[in-house]
């Protein structure tokens, strides 16, 4: 019985020690207390722009100070289902595409001046519902966001050479609401989350759309930004959707059970998973909403005008 005991004592401090000189500096930040968002530039000299940025992310959105461009076209993602696999990292929920997947999924359109490559899915999402996703609207968080990442691949060969350079990535973030009804390729997400409910662990998601994630709306704010987790590369173009899509409590209950740690240690409960909104410094926010027009989806309500404020409109006389 004593040397039962002792042995497991004995493993604890052997697998402790063995996760500490295997740690790498992925492991060293959090999302609270003295590795938290206030200190991820200070903790690695390589994250310093999440400190020192000006451009980073994400940012409160308000919707009384987006610049209507009518240059924005509309956002093409492709239809097609993929495979990859779905881990619980330790700091997020994240599906990462095959990487031998023939058939591409390319993100085009919208702002982008290239074409880009879809390569994963993160999940933000808070402990209660008050809060959880990292973009919010008039100060108003989501209980989550889901975060669809791509990256440019006329420029860039993958997807790690991208995270670091000029137009390297596009990420289209979707606001989630709950609802009784959710959408149906995110179930196809939290259906597997008991499978992953430690750190490190992951398991085959099949044939899940993308575009079939995404709400029915062809509106969107951009802005240029940065990722929002350490090294907070300032490489992103940010497309934030214009309507939620729906996650139920018992999907939301799932993702809430997962743990940061593993089995033996599972330290916290993972959530709470999101970087506070960061300051504009003067960027734009472009919407392609245009709000002069009557919109058919908002019960044919004429938005104020903002005529005033548009600054791209103001040009267009020149060329008449
Ligand atoms: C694809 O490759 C990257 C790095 O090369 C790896 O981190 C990722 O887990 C791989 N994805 C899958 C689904 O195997
Ligand atoms: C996506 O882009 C790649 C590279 O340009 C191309 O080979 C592929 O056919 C495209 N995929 C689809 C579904 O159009
Ligand atoms: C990504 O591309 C760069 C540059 O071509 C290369 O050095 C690196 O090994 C590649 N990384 C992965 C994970 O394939």
Redesign the pocket.
Known sequence: MLLCAAFAVFLHVLLQTSSVTAVSWEEWWTYDGISGPAFWGLINPEWSLCNKGRRQSPVNLEPNKLLFDPNLRPLHIDKHRVSGNIMNTGHSVIFNVENDTRHHINITGGPLSYKYQFQEIHIHYGLHDQFGSEHTINGYAFPAEIQIFGFNSQLY??F??ALHKAQGIVVISLLLQLGDLSNPELRILTEQLDKIRYGGEEMEIKRLSVRGLLPETDYYMTYDGSTTMPACHETVTWLILNKPIYITKQQMHALRRLMQGHAIHPKAPLGNNFRPPQPLHHRPVRTNIDFNVKHPAEGGKVCPSMYRDVHYKANSWKQH
């Open positions: 060969s993958n790690s050479e």
